[in-house]
């Protein structure tokens, strides 16, 4: 829970638009705005920097694998942030793994 007196502007400006919006805690720094999924405003946040950011405790491909499943792949109800890569080159894209996601 982020305390009153350690909001940035952005986070200022996103829950005043809707205080129900999750933010993912410890990545304020990766926070990029906010995005609409379907009628419902969202977090959006840059998934390289918080790649980059974990890899500053562990290897590169943990820190991949911990973003994937443990942050990325949690599902908190329909304020869930959306992650986006910024810096992704479209020609480094792969298929996503969908086999553990559950259809709705």
């Known amino acids: 829970m982020i305390k009153e007196n350690e909001m940035t502007p952005l ?5 005043a638009l809707d205080p129900r919006i999750l933010l993912a805690d410890g990545y304020d ?5 906010v995005t609409l999924r379907g ?3 969202v977090a959006l946040y840059d998934a390289s ?11 590169y491909v943990d820190a991949m694998e911990y973003f994937d499943f ?10 869930t942030p959306i992650f986006i890569s910024m810096d992704q080159d479209i020609d480094d894209l792969e ?4 086999t553990h996601m559950e259809l709705r």
């Open 39 to 41: 009628q419902e405003w």
């Open 49 to 59: 920097r918080i790649v980059e950011k974990l890899a500053l405790d562990m290897d």
């Open 95 to 98: 298929e996503p793994d969908l």
């Open 29 to 33: 720094d990766c926070l990029v705005g």
């Open 70 to 79: 443990n942050i990325q792949g949690a599902y908190l109800g329909e304020k």
């Open 11 to 15: 986070i200022t400006k996103i829950k």
